[in-house]
């Protein structure tokens, strides 16, 4: 819908951008953007109270290749597993299923994902920032000592999905905002909304409430840029805030202070953390990037 209602000095009228909402571009891609059934399949499973670690194994081990990604995965050295694990069986027995399903998802969307190559959009530097993301995610999470770092990284590789969105539906206001915060990437949020009518946190939203996955995984993203507004997940949406401000500094390394710094300070003390881990942080990140974009197969084509 078009808005009206202001006008220019001699009286014109002055059209507005369109105003699209972050429901309705999601619905618009569905068909192109969906995790394969594998996943949804390993969803009904844990879900179901009536299934067991070796139903979940099973329903991965169908997947020859979602095994070999799921292992790749848990046997990361940024996960922090202990011992080597050489099969789904034993990954649902030493993890759980509520973990598993978690890196399931990451293996699964970064698979979904990784060819499609909206017009205007840099994908291969939308894959690094995502894996940074996770990656950042990740490490804040063992600074403040939480435990659930499987969920946290699937959630980073996730949070800017609504990006491939808005790329694939609206790529000229897309890249206006992109345009128009650079070197400013802390602003993006405010210029899509005023751009486009929502921005990629509320469309990453839309998009894991389309795909029906845990309510906190949707709430998470889409509170990103605004923690405090995510209730219950207020903690793993403050990780998606932090976490994306870094990603996107190190983007830009000579301004990596200044992304950190447009940080809001509510978002590190629900962490439970302070700035001063960012070199472990960054560290972190380094040391594991270039590995993890090779695992998801996600290095530059």
């Not at 569905?30 to 969803?43: C, D, E, Q, S």
């Not at 690094?128 to 659930?148: C, K, N, T, W």
């Amino acid at each position: 819908m078009t808005q009206h209602g202001s006008s220019t000095p001699t009286g014109g009228p002055v059209t507005l951008p369109e105003r699209h909402k972050a429901g309705a571009l999601v619905a618009s891609v569905a068909t192109l953007v969906t995790p394969p059934g594998v996943y949804f399949k390993v969803r009904e499973l844990v879900d179901d109270p009536a299934s067991s670690t070796m139903h979940v194994a099973n329903a991965i081990a169908m997947d020859p290749a979602l095994t070999a990604r799921l292992l790749k995965l848990v046997n990361s050295a940024f996960l922090g597993t202990r011992g080597r694990i050489e099969s789904a069986a034993r990954a649902v027995s030493l993890l759980g299923m509520l973990q598993v399903h978690d890196l399931v998802l990451a293996t699964t969307v970064a698979t979904t994902f990784k060819n499609v190559r909206p017009e205007l959009m840099d994908v291969d530097r939308f894959w690094r920032g995502s894996v940074a993301r996770s990656l950042a995610a990740s490490a804040l999470a063992r600074q403040a000592g939480l435990m659930d770092v499987g969920r946290v990284f699937t959630e980073g590789l996730l949070s800017d999905l609504g990006h491939i969105v808005l790329y694939q539906t609206v790529p000229a206001l897309a890249a206006q905002a992109r345009q128009e915060t650079r070197g400013e990437l802390w602003r993006i949020a405010d210029v899509e909304r005023t751009v486009i009518g929502c921005h990629y946190g509320a469309v990453g939203g839309a998009l894991a409430d389309a795909w029906r996955l845990p309510e906190c995984f949707g709430n998470a993203i889409r509170h990103q840029t605004d923690p405090r507004a995510g209730g219950d997940t207020a903690l793993e949406a403050s990780l998606l805030h932090v976490a994306g401000a870094i990603a996107d500094g190190m983007e830009d390394a000579d301004n990596l202070s200044t992304h950190v710094a447009a940080t809001l300070p509510d978002a590190w003390s629900t962490i439970g953390v302070t700035p001063d881990c960012l070199p472990t942080v960054v560290a972190d990140i380094q040391a594991h990037l270039a590995s993890t974009l090779r695992m998801f197969d996600l290095l530059p084509h």
